[in-house]
């Protein structure tokens, strides 16, 4: 006995002669089994069954009015997506099979009902702006999100923020930052908090989404110095804790210089050019840093830091490989 395209075929050794083949007519409906429905938010649910023969599926599906979905396919396991269902309502439906012979058979009906419908859902940064909130900032990262609060923080959706709270400075001629279509750019210059004796201390992180390219000392994270362009300022002088392409040679570093001993260690597996979320905490025992997920660092630094130190954001060469910037905030620590 053979099975061929669902049908069973048997094949015997013969002598030369002519032979008659009588063929039993199948008349014997599938045997349906397993019915189960899971049933979902956001108006749909799924019904899953099982016949003993190759079969189609269909289900037969009710509440004010008569529905139903179809699979022409013969399979074994079975199932059907309904999609379009009423929030909070009881739904009556019957699963269907035939099997190649046109033999049907039905298992039901069978009951069950949707979720009811959600108060209220806010999915996008203009539906949560509708609310009052306290303590919180209305993020449009994704569509939108509520989050706490940071200490200080910009988004760059709006373009740059108030000169009294961020300032920037070019490192040379043709230095510029921009906040053009969501995002900050910045090219030979720095950008930086200010006033520059508002510093954050150990027990802060600061977090960020940006995309580093491969030139030079391109530099985002806590920095101590005023806002001179060398000598002492920022980022040109000690203390600092950031992450930073340092001198380009096409890996992204995390970096710590307590102005007495540093050290510099490469983020593994961090692609240039491309967008990544990136997280620094400080702590009393030094630095953690993370990249995409923050559950667990992916380098610790123990160089310990006494003196404040501020955000800031740092492209020292004018090219075409900008520094790229969705959002920066400083939030205290989460221990």
């Not at 030369?16 to 349906?32: L, Q």
């Not at 199932?79 to 190649?100: F, H, P, R, W």
């Not at 930052?177 to 030979?188: I, M, P, Q, R, S």
């Not at 501020?310 to 221990?335: C, E, F, H, M």
Request: proline share 5%.
């Amino acid at each position: 006995i053979e099975l061929i395209k669902g049908i069973e075929y048997a094949f015997f050794d013969s002598t030369e002669a002519s032979y008659a083949a009588t063929y039993a007519i199948d008349d014997t409906e599938p045997m349906i089994s397993s019915v189960v429905v899971d049933v979902q938010r956001y108006g749909t649910a799924t019904i899953n069954w099982t016949t003993d023969e190759p079969s189609n599926s269909r289900v037969n599906y009710t509440s004010n009015s008569s529905e139903f979905a179809f699979d022409p396919a013969y399979v074994l396991q079975h199932s059907i997506e309904l999609v379009g269902l009423l929030a909070g309502t009881n739904y009556s439906y019957t699963v269907i099979s035939s099997d190649q012979a046109g033999n049907k058979a039905s298992s039901g009906p069978f009951q069950f009902t949707t979720p009811p419908p959600a108060c209220f859902e806010f999915d996008t940064a203009n539906d949560f702006e509708q609310g009052l909130f306290q303590d919180t900032l209305i993020v449009s990262r994704e569509n939108g999100e509520v989050i706490l609060a940071p200490v200080v923080g910009a988004e760059f959706s709006g373009g740059l923020p108030p000169d009294s709270e961020w300032d920037w400075v070019p490192w040379t001629g043709g230095g510029n930052v921009t906040g053009a279509n969501g995002t900050l750019e910045v090219d030979g210059s720095r950008f930086n908090t200010v006033p520059k004796e508002t510093t954050y201390s150990k027990g802060n992180s600061i977090e960020f989404r940006a995309s580093f390219s491969n030139e030079r000392l391109q530099h985002i994270g806590f920095g101590g110095g005023d806002d001179a362009i060398g000598g002492v300022g920022m980022f040109n002088t000690a203390p600092w804790a950031l992450i930073s392409t340092k001198n380009g040679d096409g890996s992204l570093y995390a970096r710590v210089n307590s102005g007495s001993t540093s050290e510099d260690v490469v983020l593994p597996n961090v692609s240039l050019n491309e967008f990544h979320t990136f997280r620094l905490d400080w702590t009393v025992a030094g630095f953690n840093f993370f990249v995409d997920n923050f559950q667990e660092p992916v380098v610790t630094i123990s160089e310990t830091i006494s003196q404040g130190m501020r955000p800031g954001i740092s492209d020292y060469d004018v090219s075409a490989n900008k520094l790229l910037v969705d959002w920066i905030r400083v939030l205290p620590y989460a221990s």
